[in-house]
Nanobody, 115 residues
Framework: QVQLVESGGGLVQPGGSLRLSCAAS????????MDWYRQAPGKQRELVAA???????NYADSVKGRFTISRDNAKNTVYLQMNTLKLEDTAVYYC?????????WGQGTQVTVSS
């Protein structure tokens, strides 16, 4: 049974930081590309950051220079370090694992940026 479990969300003030984690089980983690998506109320889900099995990364323009995606294959975990958070970063953040036609999603973790 495949499970992706996100954690680390919460309430933070503008300019603050959070670190999201996504722990995977039931997959050969090191083979999977791992992504972070987010969905704000009334908006479509969007790709925030991606990391390949080889460690190459890609970011949405809106988070470049502020967010960092990383992975620890020994811990089957992918991280999203979020710095200089803005009001518009408020959303539910989802972890995604992909390998060929296989794709799995976590349940999401809420990030709220508010003063």
């Amino acid at each position: 049974q495949v499970q992706l479990v996100e954690s680390g969300g919460g309430l933070v003030q503008p300019g603050g930081s959070l670190r999201l984690s996504c722990a995977a089980s039931g997959i050969t983690f090191r083979l999977y590309a791992m992504d972070w998506y987010r969905q704000a109320p009334g908006k479509q889900r969007e790709l925030v950051a991606a990391i390949t099995s080889g460690g190459s990364t890609n970011y949405a323009d809106s988070v470049k220079g502020r967010f960092t995606i990383s992975r620890d294959n020994a811990k089957n975990t992918v991280y999203l370090q979020m710095n200089t958070l803005k009001l518009e970063d408020t959303a539910v953040y989802y972890c995604n694992a992909g390998l060929g036609l296989r794709e799995y999603w976590g349940q999401g973790t809420q990030v709220t940026v508010s003063s």
